[in-house]
């Protein structure tokens, strides 16, 4: 399989597996919409937490179909372009926290980030 091809695969594979995204990309994505939300966005501590979900992926997709692999290079070609899309959907207001269990709103919750921000400043 050509490493283009081979990217995209695991990239596909790791997007539309149910357990990984209930299990390790949609906790990612929130803590990264949090982070932005808070202005504590860091590009390559989410890359790093991008490549922990894709080896995940490719350690499953191996299990799911041995004899198969990924090289590392394809590896962190699948967590970048999947860090790529996150960037893009967030910027185009696709991507929204969810809200805190209880039923409180994104309103609320952007309120309880911005009293917390406030309050570690105070600190200082």
């Known amino acids: ?22 299990e390790h990309r949609r906790p990612l994505e929130q803590r990264l919409i ?9 590009r390559l501590r989410a890359l790093k937490g991008y490549d922990a979900l894709v080896r995940e992926g490719a350690r499953r997709y191996a299990r799911e179909f041995p004899g198969s692999s990924f090289s ?12 790529g899309t996150f960037e893009v959907e967030y910027k185009l207001g696709n991507m929204k ?8 709103s994104a309103a609320q919750l952007n ?4 009293e917390s921000l406030a309050s570690k400043k105070r600190k200082r």
């Open 1 to 22: 399989m050509r490493e283009a091809q081979a990217e995209d695969e695991l990239e596909l594979y790791v997007v539309n597996d149910g357990d990984l995204y209930r």
């Open 34 to 42: 949090l982070a932005n939300l808070a202005g504590t966005y860091d």
């Open 72 to 83: 590392p290079s394809e590896k962190k070609d699948a967590a970048s372009s999947m860090l």
């Open 97 to 104: 926290p969810d809200g805190p269990k209880g039923g409180a």
């Open 111 to 114: 309120r309880d980030i911005a």
